[in-house]
């Protein structure tokens, strides 16, 4: 499973990628806002600086808006996704642009028939919410593996990509569930590294070694 940011903020995609094991990246209307930058210049950005797909998501609501906004998108760099919501306009839209060869990838999913959708719209990625159906009460994991199930036995090649993800446990249960990608805020990256036997392990090996080197002077 490919490990993804979901953020637009340039400092954080820049620590993450610093470890190696970062694959791509998700922006959304709300986390771009949150940057004070224009929208185009971030993408471009963050399209440089990360060697995988890079997630733009367009803000018309009809078929023609959205295929002119992702066309332009596209054009920025070729490791663009544009992401566009499941409406019936997002499905008439990627599946033109799927014709056109631009990869795409369908946001707030929140069913598996809205996922069955994309995956006949042509989509590049569908983006189950997990956090989001959590919220509601219901199970975010379910639907997680509803999807991936019909997607086995249908052998549809869109790939699934966990979303909206709280914890390290969501990641390590999307995993389980065989989720393609797991886009995660920062935070979650972040916590995933922790362990408090780690951080003791460390500690006393560190301490050891001293402790032996001063043996030896
Ligand atoms: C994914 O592409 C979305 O940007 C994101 O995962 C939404 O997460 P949220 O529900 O925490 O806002």
Redesign the pocket.
């Given at each position: 499973m490919k490990l993804w940011l979901?953020t637009a903020n340039i400092d954080e995609i820049r620590e993450i990628n610093a470890w190696g094991v970062l694959a791509g990246v998700?922006?959304?209307p709300?986390?771009a806002g949150k940057e004070g930058v224009p929208f185009e210049q971030r993408l471009k950005e963050i399209a440089a600086e990360v060697d995988g797909p890079v997630?733009g998501e367009v803000i018309s609501t009809e078929r023609d808006g959205m295929i002119a906004e992702g066309l332009k998108l596209a054009e920025i760099a070729p490791n663009i996704v544009v992401?566009a919501p499941v409406t019936s306009e997002g499905y008439a839209a990627v599946t033109e642009l799927a014709k056109r060869g631009i990869k795409t990838n369908m946001?707030l999913c929140f069913s598996p028939a809205q996922a069955i959708l994309a995956a006949e719209a042509g989509a590049t990625y569908i983006?189950p919410?997990l956090?989001?159906v959590d919220d509601i009460g219901n199970d975010g994991i379910d639907l997680l593996n509803e999807i991936v199930e019909i997607y086995r036995v249908q052998g549809y090649t869109t790939y699934v990509l966990a979303?909206?993800?709280?914890s390290p446990q969501h990641v390590v249960d999307s995993a389980k569930a065989g989720a393609d990608v797991a886009?995660l805020?920062h935070s979650v990256f972040k916590a995933l590294v922790k362990h408090p036997l780690t951080d003791i392990g460390l500690k006393r090996f560190l301490d050891d070694w001293e402790a032996y080197q001063r043996a030896l002077a």
């Open positions: 979901d998700t922006t959304n709300t986390l997630c992401k946001t983006s919410f956090g989001r979303a909206s993800l709280r886009t805020p």
